[in-house]
């Protein structure tokens, strides 16, 4: 995979784009006026891997909020504005690291340009945030008035996957939504930005984003919006954002789920280790368990999952629950379990440890997996 080459931009001490990994994203469930609620859910998020988070402000007294919960996190915090200009500019004034705003609902020019001077006097980031849900009418990009989403024609157009040449199509209507703020950044000689282009539709969110990356040079913030609950989402969002960071589009993402946030953030570390995008963190490699497997290996390697969540250190451990693939799988690991009959092998960077009885099969694991941990923080 050869990444795409972007400007980078720092939002609170987090760069993106340039040569910086790819960061993982979330967003507070919370309402963002309860200040304790909301900083609780945040240090939640932020031992869960977390690097930046971003608050719905659905008024001022949100907007105002947000000056006492930035002093009580360590992340940078993104405020979340939509229909009202005056949001963002109070947002600023509590001091966000970055603006979300949407090409959508705030598409008179004067505002979105009041909103970029006061963003360009703090050098505050702004993303553009398209989304295919809140779309300005067809043909009517940028003007103001009120025309019903059930009118706009956005509903009418094709998506990526139902295309006819010389048709157009929700892609090119997205990408010309973002094109169109990106405009008026630009205009105000403002390019601390980044981009997302979001939809349900996989085909469709991915070919915003492949057409985006050749036409500007900022950072694309990835995501399948609405994507649904843990289960279905996960491999939704998994799939859409695969193609594109395999591509080596994206600089940064976020998963977003019907669940708890801790668990967006549980899959977007998965999907970046999956690609070899992310090297910190524990990587389990598991086996599904059959017949043939003498000790229940779905709840040891649920348990070890769980363990590792707050490991930093970049090992791979493998359990597993027979001889066929289990002794190559936990040789190749930098921690292996092979499980057997009421014992288990132990190895360690491909040697074997030791045998061990069922009954201390965790705990032996568990100790071998630190050892490794402190062998590779000195090294």
């Not at 240090?43 to 949100?62: F, N, S, T, W, Y």
């Not at 009202?84 to 690291?97: I, P, T």
């Not at 009118?151 to 094109?179: R, S, Y």
Request: one cysteine or more.
């Amino acid at each position: 995979m050869k990444r795409r080459i972007t400007k980078s931009i720092n939002v609170g001490g987090v760069k993106i784009g340039g040569d910086a990994p790819i960061s993982v994203q979330s967003m507070t469930k919370t309402d963002t006026r309860d200040v304790k609620a909301t900083v609780s859910q945040i240090k939640g998020l932020e031992e869960a891997g977390c690097q930046i988070v971003r608050c719905a402000v659905p008024d001022m007294e949100a907007a105002e909020a947000l000056a006492e919960i930035k002093k009580q996190v360590k992340i940078p915090i993104v405020a979340d504005i939509h229909f009202h200009h005056q949001l963002a500019l109070k947002s600023l004034e509590s001091g966000v690291d970055c603006l979300r705003l949407n090409p959508g609902n705030i598409r008179d020019r004067t505002k979105v340009e009041e909103i970029v001077k006061a963003s360009k006097d703090r050098a505050v980031p702004i993303r553009i945030g398209v989304n295919f849900g809140s779309l300005p009418p067809v043909g009517k990009i940028g003007l103001t008035g009120g025309i019903s989403r059930h009118t706009d024609g956005v509903n009418e157009l094709p998506k990526a996957g139902d295309v006819e040449v010389g048709q157009f199509t929700i892609v090119d209507h997205m990408v010309e939504t973002g094109l169109w703020e990106i405009g008026i950044l630009e205009d105000l000689d403002f390019d601390l930005i980044k981009i997302s282009l979001k939809a349900f539709d996989i085909d469709t969110t991915v070919e915003a984003y492949r057409r985006m990356a050749k036409l500007v040079p900022y950072p694309l913030h990835l995501g399948i919006t609405e994507a649904g609950t843990a289960k279905g989402g996960s491999i939704r969002t998994s799939i859409g954002l695969g193609i594109l960071l395999f591509e080596g589009i994206g600089d940064t993402i976020r998963v977003s789920l019907s669940d708890e946030p801790n668990e967006e953030i549980i899959t977007g570390l998965e999907i970046l280790k999956s690609l070899g995008l992310r090297k910190e963190g524990a990587t389990l490699v598991a086996c599904p368990s059959c017949g043939r497997a003498d000790v229940d290996i779905r709840k040891l390697a649920n348990t070890v999952e769980d363990l590792l969540r707050k490991t930093k250190t970049p090992v791979k451990v493998a359990v597993m629950g027979c001889e066929v693939n289990g002794p190559g799988e936990a040789k190749d690991a930098d921690v292996g379990i092979a499980a057997g009959v009421g014992r288990a092998i132990i190895f360690r960077k491909g040697k074997k440890s030791k045998i061990v009885q069922e009954e201390d099969m965790l705990k032996a694991l568990m100790e071998e997996i630190s050892e490794v941990e402190k062998e590779l923080i000195k090294t």
